[in-house]
């Protein structure tokens, strides 16, 4: 055959050129890690297990359960051969149960229960996996390792059959404090969010009488008042951040940062011009449900890790109570403190008020009327 | 046409955000069909697989015997290849991959390895490592056909389009009929399309072998789509797959012009029988939806499992179509929109282009789109599906 010929040959096929494929070959390993033991399970391809230790006792080219079953010992064998586990340089025994049938996207599997024995607790652990390397070299062992509440995935084989991994490692909360650390970076990043607490909470250490701001007497009401605007605005935020990360609701991200920007205009306005005196929580709690939708907006673009999705949903929320906390602690105080002065009651509040409205309102006409 | 996974296109479905109570309930019933776990069956001689040929236990040895001479490994590898393709079984890559295994190793990889482990590597979207092997294989071999078109293949799919054409003008040289069509494929692309429709449309047929012709068929078909030409296009797609019914991109470019046409019903009547490949289940999926069929219930669990498998294994050979799922059947954009822009890092086929500007319409964020637009305006591709989504994003 001419090499043009040769080329021709591979012409319809690059035409066709139809590699949408099916999944590659993959096993699932599931290992339960319980002190000095392993149990769990491996599931393999009944076509795989075909390839590699040969089922198909008449040769009729289809595998029934009844051929599957009488290969059992040989499978067990095969599989002794290609998955190791050890701990601490010393292997652990590896034992299988009967097998059964899981019926998975790309055909039926061999479900291997197992159970292996280690020396002593495992701390670290060796698997070495490369099932089918010879006949098939992208086969995969998925690895899903459980270790009390920590979760770890893996590839297993390819180029490197021996993986070790830490157990008692703690990735899970790692991933959760690098959630939280978000939280606390985008509430203090994200300024409008402060803002709008701010505007609501100035005026919470005052008391409107007769048109114009007093300093509360006691400490007990202007607390009162402060955390029942911080916590409407956190039960708010939190439920649609929640909604909108859980892939639940969402609400396009023009329409939130406007609806933010103008509900920090209203809430710096009404110091200036009050007129929701006693009920700011309200107006804590109602926006709160759209900034609850701008936080989601970093979420959505950090993805939430498969293995602790709640977890990191949770961390992140109690970043942006943490940041959030941390700024009322600061803020918060000085304005007792400074409540009796006039430059509190007739500077800060209205005007710093109004220049907060004024950069809101900029922030406004940006986002919902100029191209993105 | 030589794309490598099936252009994705489509009418747009469910742009709009929905109520939240809806995808809470489609949130659990996928949940609730997903649990099944391990049985015993109950039949000794219940089928659990049937096993293709060249698949069996019984191949393995024929195969290292192969496997030590280079004559005999180079067909079989390629035999795999193309079931591979047949089939859309992506294990016979793996088989191939053995096969030539012992033969790549060496200090001085001979060409024709080369060109089929590229071939491998394309399969598998591994664009960058397939130009590596094949720039190798030409420097050995400068005038090998089947390296510069599949060469061209690979760029064209990467948007490369400039050393596409340069690629397809060295296959001229071999073969005038395969080196036009490869050019024409690439100039559909960047700016002359009406061009390329009427070029192709006047290429002599006797010049073309029939995987030539379907090629050309096939290519015409989707050229007619991207005009807006729909029952030109579906007449290019029957000719093509008359003479190759085993075209299974075809297959799934005809299956999106049908859905694009909302025709389900003729959707699925092309796609029986099918159901075990993931794009054409994917096509399956959107038409039973727009039946309201209930078997819809069974195919969604099954994509978004394979979907979930293939992420759990590090590879994204479909997130083209995982996007299109989320968007269409999901109907979650903002997660269509990150598996959009994660394909749109790897390939840039007017399916791509137009998943990324779905999504980001879809999800609101205009901004999102901006690089399928940039590209538009660089590369001029034209394609009437793209038409209200630049129009309204603008």
Known sequence: MSRIAAALVLVGALATASAQAHIASNGFLNLDVHGR?????????????????????????????????????????????????????????????????????????????????????VRELDIRYDVLDDSDPSHRGLLKLTAGTNVQTAVLGGSNPWLTFAVDGSSRWRAAAQYLQAGVWHIWSGIDHLLFLLSLLLPAVLLRRNGRWEPVSRGRPALVSIV??????????????????LNVLHLPSRLTESVIAASIVIAALNNVFPVVTETRARIAFAFGLLHGFGFASVLVDMGLPSGARLLSLVAFNCGIEVGQLAVVLAVMPLAYALRGQLVYQRGVVPWGSAAIATLALVWFIQRAFLPL | ??????????????????????????????????????????????????????????????????????????????????????????????????????????????????????????????????????????????????????????????????????????????????????????????????????????????????????????????????????????????????????????????????????????TLELLKGYGSMEPMLLRIAIAQLQLGDPRLSQSRPLLASAFAVEEERGEAVHRREQARFLLDVERQPFAALLAAQQNWRVQREPADVLILLRAAQAAHQPAAAQPAQQWLTTHRTEDVRFAPYLARSQ
Not at chain 2, 197 to 207: D, F, G, I, M, N
Not at chain 2, 215 to 221: A, F, Q, V
Not at chain 2, 241 to 263: C, N, V
């Open chain 1, 37 to 121: 033991s392993l149990t769990g399970s491996l599931e393999l391809a009944v076509r795989d297990v075909e390839l590699a230790i040969g089922v198909d006792a008449n040769g009729d080219g289809k595998v029934t359960w009844g051929e599957l079953r009488s290969s059992q010992p040989r499978l067990a064998a095969y599989v002794l051969q290609h998955l190791r586990f050890r701990s601490k340089g010393q292997d652990c025994a590896l034992r299988f149960g009967s097998s059964q049938v899981d019926a998975r996207v790309d055909g039926n599997y061999a479900w291997l229960p197992l159970t292996a024995l280690c020396a002593s607790s």
């Open chain 1, 228 to 245: 029942k605007v911080v916590t409407a605005f956190t039960i708010a935020h939190s439920i649609t951040l929640s909604l909108a990360a």
């Open chain 2, 1 to 266: 046409m030589p794309d490598l996974i099936p252009t994705g296109t489509g009418r747009p479905l469910f742009e709009r955000g929905r109520p939240a109570c809806v995808a809470l309930l489609c949130f659990l019933a996928t949940a609730g069909a997903a649990a099944a776990g391990p049985y015993v069956p109950a039949d000794e001689n219940l089928v659990l697989a049937h096993v293709p040929a060249g698949a069996a236990h019984s191949s393995v040895s024929s195969r290292q015997q192969a496997a030590a001479r280079l004559d005999v490994a180079l067909p079989l590898a390629q035999f795999y290849i193309s079931q591979a393709r047949a089939t859309s079984d992506l294990r016979f890559l793996g088989y191939a991959e053995a096969v030539l295994r012992s033969w790549s190793g060496q200090p001085s990889v001979d060409p024709a390895v080369r060109v089929l482990q590229a071939t491998i590597l394309q399969s598998r979207h591994q664009f960058a490592a397939s130009l590596v092997e094949l720039d190798a294989a030409l420097r050995a071999r400068p005038d090998d056909a089947q390296a510069w078109l599949t060469r061209a293949t690979v760029l064209r799919v990467m948007g490369r389009y400039d050393e596409a054409l340069v690629s397809c003008e060295r296959l001229r040289a071999a073969d005038p009929g395969i080196g036009e069509l490869c050019k024409q494929s690439v100039r559909a692309l960047n700016g002359h399309l009406r061009l390329a429709y009427e070029a192709l449309q006047s290429l002599p047929r006797e010049e073309l072998t029939n995987a030539a012709r379907a090629w050309r068929y096939s290519e015409l078909g989707e050229q007619a789509a991207r005009l807006g030409d729909d029952s030109a296009a579906a007449g290019w797609f029957e000719k093509c797959l008359r003479l190759a019914p085993d075209d299974l991109y075809t297959r799934t470019a005809y299956a999106d012009l049908l859905l694009s046409e909302g025709r389900p019903g003729a």
